[in-house]
């Protein structure tokens, strides 16, 4: 399986000033390969299909990755406009044009309704005021980690890395982050060997819940910890600041740097948050079983839940991958939208409630349920059903 391991890095003056032109050609290869292709599929689209022509003219071949590299790498580098882009590394400009291809696709298939999930726009240009910056390098780059523990970067240099945590394997990629808080990480994409745990007789339904971060069918409701409250309350304390300054004043730039580093903070919090309560639910439990949030028709407590949905699908995409490294069963139920009428004990649909009731009794058993815990036990049915089909079937 591959898994993601990102480090701090912290790149000196002349190197940070190397990795800007390395971001600055990364994107203009991937704007001016966005421009080529978008022209000729726009003007494809102007002709309608085959059968049903609106305008005269020819269909035009879209350039593949290997012809965009030829024009707008290798013979671009002989221009004077673009000879700066010889001064790089050749692998993460490659990679700009996958990346490109890939956000093309994605696009595609997702008009087409091949890709599930939300809605992906078209490709968009990038612009140097993008938060984040990036680059990729392959293996194919010639780079390996030192011994003295520091990334080596074709023509950027020896790299400061701060290993929090050892990488399992050789990586196949590297990707150099700027953040826009203006800090600097290593993304290493690594293959692991699955490790299937002791096998456990629990399993459990999760359900995202609308006053807590996720309720489990056992009745434990799960609340944001209390030091990702406080990074969210200090961003916000930051983001009120910002919002006092002067437009275009020396202050408000300050402000916005800090809110940006504020941002991030959170962001950390949160991820070091879902691994913690990922890797729990994942020791304890032989299945889990998650509500899928990414089902067409917005239910009136799934309208009121995507609100709540903070970081909801990058948790669950964790529990998926750790499932599968560890040996576990992993279902996504899709619930049904009743399921906030219906009780999990007898299965009777009760009438429609308003979001802030909290409670109700069951008319038909008389059982007393708590609103969230009894949509996370109806997950748990759900997918315990949807488990054992599966075993039928394989
Ligand atoms: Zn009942």
């Known amino acids: 399986?591959?898994?993601?391991?990102?480090?701090?890095?912290?790149?000196?003056?002349?190197?940070?000033?190397?990795?800007?032109?390395?971001?600055?050609?990364?994107?203009?290869?991937?704007?001016?390969?966005?421009?080529?292709?978008?022209?000729?599929?726009?003007?494809?689209?102007?002709?309608?299909?085959?059968?049903?022509?609106?305008?005269?003219?020819?269909?035009?071949?879209?350039?593949?990755?290997?012809?965009?590299?030829?024009?707008?790498?290798?013979?671009?580098?002989?221009?004077?406009?673009?000879?700066?882009?010889?001064?790089?590394?050749?692998?993460?400009?490659?990679?700009?044009?996958?990346?490109?291809?890939?956000?093309?696709?994605?696009?595609?298939?997702?008009?087409?309704?091949?890709?599930?999930?939300?809605?992906?726009?078209?490709?968009?240009?990038?612009?140097?005021?993008?938060?984040?910056?990036?680059?990729?390098?392959?293996?194919?780059?010639?780079?390996?980690?030192?011994?003295?523990?520091?990334?080596?970067?074709?023509?950027?240099?020896?790299?400061?890395?701060?290993?929090?945590?050892?990488?399992?394997?050789?990586?196949?990629?590297?990707?150099?982050?700027?953040?826009?808080?203006?800090?600097?990480?290593?993304?290493?994409?690594?293959?692991?060997?699955d490790k299937p745990l002791p096998e456990s007789t629990d399993d459990v339904g999760i359900d995202l819940g609308l006053s807590h971060f996720a309720v489990l069918s056992d009745g434990t409701k799960v609340a944001n910890p209390r030091f990702l409250r406080r990074a969210e309350r200090k961003l916000k304390k930051t983001q009120r600041s910002l919002s006092r300054k002067v437009k275009g004043s020396a202050n408000r730039a300050k402000a916005r740097v800090k809110v940006a580093r504020a941002h991030?903070?959170?962001?950390?919090?949160?991820?070091?948050?879902?691994?913690?309560?990922?890797?729990?639910?994942?020791?304890e439990n032989q299945a889990v079983f998650v509500e899928d949030l990414c089902v067409k028709g917005l239910g009136r407590t799934r309208l009121a839940k995507s609100v709540h949905d903070a970081g909801w699908s990058a948790f669950v995409h964790m529990l998926e991958y750790k499932a599968a490294r560890y040996g576990r069963v992993f279902i996504k139920v899709d619930r049904f939208l009743a399921s906030s009428q219906t009780c999990h004990v007898c299965w009777v649909v009760d009438g429609p409630k308003p979001l802030q009731v909290r409670q109700w009794t069951c008319r038909s058993c008389g059982t007393l349920l708590d609103w969230d815990v009894n949509a996370a036990r109806i997950v748990l049915a759900a997918g315990r059903k949807l488990a054992r089909e599966r075993e039928a079937e394989s």
Request: net charge positive.
């Open 1 to 193: 399986m591959h898994l993601r391991y990102t480090y701090r890095i912290y790149p000196d003056g002349e190197q940070r000033l190397a990795l800007a032109r390395l971001f600055g050609c990364v994107r203009v290869v991937f704007n001016d390969a966005l421009e080529r292709t978008a022209a000729i599929k726009a003007s494809n689209k102007l002709l309608g299909p085959p059968r049903a022509r609106t305008a005269q003219g020819p269909y035009q071949r879209v350039p593949k990755n290997a012809d965009l590299s030829r024009e707008l790498i290798a013979q671009a580098k002989k221009t004077p406009e673009r000879e700066w882009l010889s001064e790089v590394s050749a692998v993460p400009l490659q990679q700009a044009l996958r990346d490109l291809d890939q956000a093309w696709a994605a696009y595609e298939d997702s008009k087409t309704g091949k890709r599930k999930g939300p809605k992906v726009g078209a490709p968009r240009f990038k612009s140097r005021r993008d938060g984040t910056q990036s680059a990729r390098f392959t293996a194919n780059a010639r780079w390996k980690i030192t011994d003295q523990g520091k990334l080596p970067l074709p023509r950027v240099g020896e790299v400061k890395v701060k290993w929090s945590r050892a990488l399992p394997s050789v990586p196949s990629s590297v990707t150099v982050i700027k953040d826009a808080a203006g800090r600097y990480f290593a993304s290493f994409v690594v293959q692991t060997d």
């Open 264 to 283: 991030g903070r959170v962001a950390d919090c949160r991820r070091e948050f879902h691994h913690q309560l990922s890797t729990q639910i994942i020791r």
